[in-house]
């Protein structure tokens, strides 16, 4: 199997993250069959949840994709000349002031999230002497970022704004999208419609992330924007199996060592061996987003993987590595060349599903993606060539 990416660092590195893009790729087809005839975007924010903007844009992008979201100007800037150049390219949280000359200059679309962001849009505009397109955020009942109901009203009747900012995509976003039950998404559904059926010229409509996208036809609108799907991570807890995971996560096995009954492990001594026992010290530690919490009792039962084993973390997790008890690997496994030195064990992957380490670790699968660290080597399987044999 081909891969690229940071090839030149695996070894060196403690760990490495594998990113499938043919499961990416394929988990974007699902949702835009889904949402059909919506366009699926691709929200990309957070350097692709973590997972590395620069090859899963473009790859998204070479699968027909063209519509796409960013949190930060900066990270517009960075993505911008990746992508092709009929891509459109938002950034959610809107501009900071003083920012809106070089996103206009770099083609890239504020969402305006309030009046006054608004206001310096089209001052920009004026400026430049053209209109500048847009997307303009409603807040529909989450309190979090877009115009209140008022404020749409303001805006729609001041035609200097109207004239100066090109509204492409008028959108909201659902608070509970992942709860299918909750009333506030039909709440927050008929408010949204309310407010943008206001708006002239017919700008795309879009409401769903990934979890909005599983709600039902009225909430396509005219674009969805999923993200945690497209990596993988079941949007809601009804969907585990629906996608393909796109993330594998290795440790390389630093040392084995072995100890007698007794003795303890790692900071704390928080562990002690009943028994005389196997222990791999691992090269991943909470610096690398492993949480801490993964370890000892409050892990619920984390563990590493090797051929199918299950490695129990033991102790405390460390700022660069953990240690694992690999006592109760059968002989085949402890075959003097099996979990020695140099191979590398399962964190995350067939073994241990993202959504499974997540809950282990009292948190969701953004923040388990989102927080693996730099030092982890990336590689990306391809989607030309990850289905051939070899
Ligand atoms: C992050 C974000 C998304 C994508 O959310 P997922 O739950 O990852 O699909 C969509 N829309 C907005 C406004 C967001 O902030």
Redesign the pocket.
């Known amino acids: 199997m081909r891969t690229s990416g940071a090839a030149g660092k695996l070894a060196t590195s403690g760990g490495r993250i594998v990113v499938d893009l043919d499961a990416l790729v394929e988990n974007h087809r699902l949702i835009a069959r889904q949402a059909a005839p919506a366009r699926a975007a691709g929200?990309v924010?957070a350097d692709a949840?973590g997972l590395g903007a620069a090859q899963v844009a473009p790859a998204l992008a070479a699968a027909g994709c063209r519509d796409f979201?960013v949190?930060l100007l900066q990270e517009a800037l960075d993505l911008k000349p990746l992508l092709p150049a009929d891509a459109d390219l938002y950034v959610?949280n809107g501009l900071a002031i003083g920012d809106e000359p070089l996103c206009a200059e770099a083609g890239v679309r504020p969402?305006l999230n309030s009046l006054e962001q608004a206001r310096r849009w089209a001052e920009t505009a004026r400026t430049l002497g053209r209109p500048l397109p847009a997307a303009l955020?409603i807040d529909s009942g989450m309190s979090r970022?877009g115009l209140s109901a008022d404020e749409v009203a303001a805006f729609l009747a001041a035609p200097g704004f109207r004239e100066a900012v090109d509204v492409r995509v008028v959108?909201t976003?659902l608070a509970c999208?992942?709860a299918p039950d909750a009333p506030s998404n039909r709440a927050q559904l008929a408010a949204f419609r309310d407010l943008a059926g206001r708006f002239e010229g017919r700008p795309a409509l879009?409401i769903?992330?990934?979890?909005?996208?599983f709600l039902g036809p009225e909430f396509h609108g005219d674009l969805v924007?999923?993200?945690?799907?497209?990596?993988g991570a079941a949007?809601s807890p009804g969907q585990a199996g629906l996608l393909r995971p796109v993330v594998r996560l290795e440790a390389r096995v630093a040392q084995v060592r072995h100890i007698p009954a007794g003795a303890g492990v790692g900071y704390d001594l928080a562990f002690t061996a009943e028994r005389p026992s196997r222990i791999a010290t691992l090269a991943v530690g909470y610096a690398d987003g492993w949480p801490r919490r993964l370890g000892g009792p409050s892990g619920k039962g984390a563990a590493a993987w090797f051929q199918g084993h299950r490695l129990p973390i033991v102790g405390r997790v460390s700022m660069d590595s953990m240690a694992v008890d690999a006592t109760d690997l059968p002989p085949d496994a402890l075959a003097p060349d099996a979990l020695a030195e140099g191979d590398y064990v399962e964190l995350i992957g067939p073994n241990a599903p993202l959504e499974t380490v997540a809950e282990q670790a009292d948190t969701i699968p953004?923040e388990i993606l989102t927080g693996l660290g730099a030092r982890l080597s990336r590689t990306y399987l391809r989607p030309e060539t990850s289905r051939s044999p070899s």
């Open positions: 929200v924010k949840y979201f949190a959610l969402v955020q970022f959108m976003h999208a992942g879009s769903a992330n990934s979890a909005g996208s924007r999923p993200g945690i799907a497209l990596y949007p953004y």
